[in-house]
């Protein structure tokens, strides 16, 4: 092992050299780990495979060697140090490290199934069966969050700030503004677009400073409440910067 020490420089102009930035010196141990040091080994996959021609719905298969210590160190992806068999029609392990499925036969619509991937770590006695779930269930909305569109900033999941009023004085502004902030997941972790097709019903509700969306102004707020067609809520407040 050995300890590695960072700085942080600033150019000083007087001396017209590079000088370090008081305390911030931060030091850490780097370990180098040889195979012999595992005393042994563990294998799973994280989450469930949707079949699929999309690799975007792989999951990582990932293997980690345990130390004398209880340390874990994850273990590359290449068959110098271990391999995976699959025997499952339709599914196999990608070169980078994943199961993906694309045509597994499920027998029926809707169905999750889990299926053995067996790992065999060389130079090692040890081998692992890490049970996988496929599914051929379609991707639907799961979780929605918010990010930053234009002039509105996200400030936490719970609140949108706008630039100014206009941005939301009309119910078809809100609403404009729901598919421009919103995000959403789907079962399997993965992004899906949110369109003119994504909600059911979007309503604003609890207008502080003013009586309607139309006379809102600076410091005013409404709480908004979007609900997917798939019965998902998202409910946040909206926050006007400026008249």
Same mark, same amino acid.
């Given at each position: 092992?050995?300890?590695?020490?960072? @700085?942080?420089?600033?150019?000083?102009?007087?001396?017209?050299?590079?000088?370090?930035?008081? #305390?911030?010196?931060?030091?850490?141990?780097?370990?180098?780990? /040889?195979?012999?040091?595992?005393?042994?080994? +563990?294998?799973?996959? *994280?989450?469930?495979?949707?079949?699929?021609?999309?690799?975007?719905?792989?999951?990582?298969? !990932?293997?980690?060697?345990?130390?004398?210590?209880?340390?874990?160190?994850?273990?590359?992806?290449? /068959?110098?140090?271990?391999?995976?068999?699959?025997?499952?029609?339709?599914?196999?392990?990608?070169?980078?490290?994943?199961?993906?499925? #694309?045509?597994? !036969?499920?027998?029926?619509?809707?169905? !999750?199934? /889990?299926?053995?991937?067996?790992?065999?770590?060389?130079?090692?006695?040890?081998?692992?069966?890490? =049970?996988?779930? &496929?599914?051929?269930?379609?991707?639907? $909305? /799961?979780?929605?969050?918010?990010?930053?569109?234009?002039?509105?900033?996200?400030?936490?999941? +719970?609140?949108?700030?706008?630039?100014? *009023?206009?941005?939301?004085?009309?119910?078809? @502004?809100? +609403?404009?503004?729901?598919?421009?902030?919103?995000?959403?997941? %789907?079962?399997?972790?993965?992004?899906? =677009?949110?369109?003119?097709? !994504?909600?059911?019903?979007?309503?604003?509700?609890?207008?502080?400073?003013?009586?309607?969306?139309?006379?809102?102004? @600076?410091? %005013?707020? $409404?709480?908004?409440?979007?609900?997917?067609?798939?019965?998902?809520?998202?409910?946040?407040?909206?926050?006007? &910067?400026?008249?």
């Amino acid at each position: 092992s050995s300890t590695i020490t960072i @700085k942080l420089q600033k150019y000083d102009t007087n001396s017209s050299k590079w000088v370090d930035v008081p #305390n911030s010196s931060y030091s850490f141990t780097q370990r180098v780990v /040889e195979q012999g040091d595992f005393t042994s080994y +563990e294998a799973s996959v *994280a989450g469930t495979v949707y079949d699929s021609a999309d690799d975007k719905y792989a999951k990582s298969l !990932t293997v980690k060697g345990v130390l004398a210590d209880g340390t874990k160190v994850t273990v590359p992806v290449s /068959e110098n140090y271990y391999t995976v068999t699959v025997n499952a029609q339709g599914v196999q392990h990608t070169a980078d490290g994943k199961i993906k499925s #694309n045509g597994y !036969t499920f027998g029926e619509a809707n169905k !999750t199934v /889990e299926i053995p991937v067996i790992v065999v770590v060389k130079g090692s006695s040890q081998l692992h069966t890490v =049970t996988v779930k &496929l599914s051929n269930i379609a991707p639907a $909305i /799961e979780t929605l969050g918010l990010k930053d569109s234009g002039d509105a900033k996200k400030q936490n999941d +719970e609140l949108i700030t706008v630039a100014n *009023a206009s941005l939301v004085n009309t119910q078809e @502004k809100v +609403e404009t503004l729901v598919k421009s902030v919103v995000t959403a997941k %789907d079962q399997y972790g993965q992004d899906l =677009t949110v369109d003119n097709n !994504t909600f059911a019903g979007i309503f604003v509700t609890n207008i502080s400073g003013a009586s309607n969306l139309a006379g809102l102004g @600076k410091g %005013d707020t $409404i709480t908004v409440t979007a609900i997917t067609k798939n019965n998902k809520p998202i409910q946040f407040k909206v926050l006007v &910067l400026n008249d």
